[in-house]
């Protein structure tokens, strides 16, 4: 399995600009999330999904939006970006029926210019 | 709100040797899970361990244990024979998986470097 997979590793943007981070799990989980990751410091939760049609605010959400028309995507969208948003995003999920564990991406590195 | 506190910054060890990284957190609720996450300059997150705040036993996988302390709540990670892969930053984690505006979210801690020396 191939597990959480994000695209792209890389990206910088000027600001202003809006992009989209992909996110997609091949786990049947029904929960997802969204982190990101400033430099020497942990995770900050953006948004969460507990399922298709279903998402909530987590801690930093501002800037961000995300959608969830399937199980298995959740993309985060980034409006008007802003140096503020440079960071390592990670995306996890997790299935609510058999573990609590939380399994990540391999992250997105984002540089707004 | 629930917090996670790791005290130690960075950390060094010597290869095949013991370590352990400290964790404190706080929180009002009884059943909860704690979590100790490597990150690797790869950057990937990588599960080490968890622990199920309703069972006393400690968690142990392989090289890796921690010392749970429910009523001091404190979570530490012990790293047996330690080993140069080991290097990494480690953070630990908390969930409260049953209901509450915290339902099913993690919040780490600041992280811990940890560099094990040949």
């Known amino acids: 399995n191939a597990g959480v997979t994000q695209t792209p590793k890389f990206r910088i943007l000027k600001i202003g600009q809006s992009m989209t981070l992909q996110c997609t799990q091949d786990?049947?989980?029904?929960?997802m999330y969204w982190y990101r990751q400033d430099p020497g410091m942990g995770l900050k939760l953006i948004y969460y999904s507990v399922g298709a049609g279903i998402t909530d605010k987590g801690e930093v959400p501002n800037g961000y939006n995300v959608s969830r028309s399937t199980t298995e995507d959740f993309p985060l969208r980034l409006e008007l970006a802003a140096p503020s948003q440079t960071s390592v995003y990670f995306c996890a999920s997790s299935s609510a029926l058999h573990t609590d564990t939380q399994y990540f991406g391999p992250g997105t590195r984002l540089t707004v210019l | 709100a629930q917090t996670v506190t790791q005290s130690q910054p960075e950390m060094s060890v010597q290869e095949a040797e013991t370590v352990t990284l400290s964790c404190t957190y706080d929180t009002s609720e009884n059943n909860y899970y704690l979590f100790w996450y490597k990150q690797p300059p790869s950057r990937q997150m990588i599960l080490v361990i968890r622990?199920?705040?309703?069972?006393?036993q400690n968690a142990t996988e392989n090289r890796f244990s921690v010392n749970f302390q429910k009523a001091a709540k404190s979570f530490s990670l012990k790293i047996s024979d330690s080993q140069l892969g080991d290097t990494a930053m480690y953070f630990c984690?908390?969930?409260?998986?049953?209901?509450?505006?915290?339902?099913?979210?993690?919040?780490f801690g600041q992280g811990t470097i940890l560099t094990v020396h040949p």
């Open positions: 622990q199920e705040a309703y069972k006393q």
């Open positions: 786990m049947n989980h029904n929960y």
């Open positions: 984690a908390f969930m409260n998986p049953r209901g509450g505006t915290s339902y099913g979210k993690l919040t």
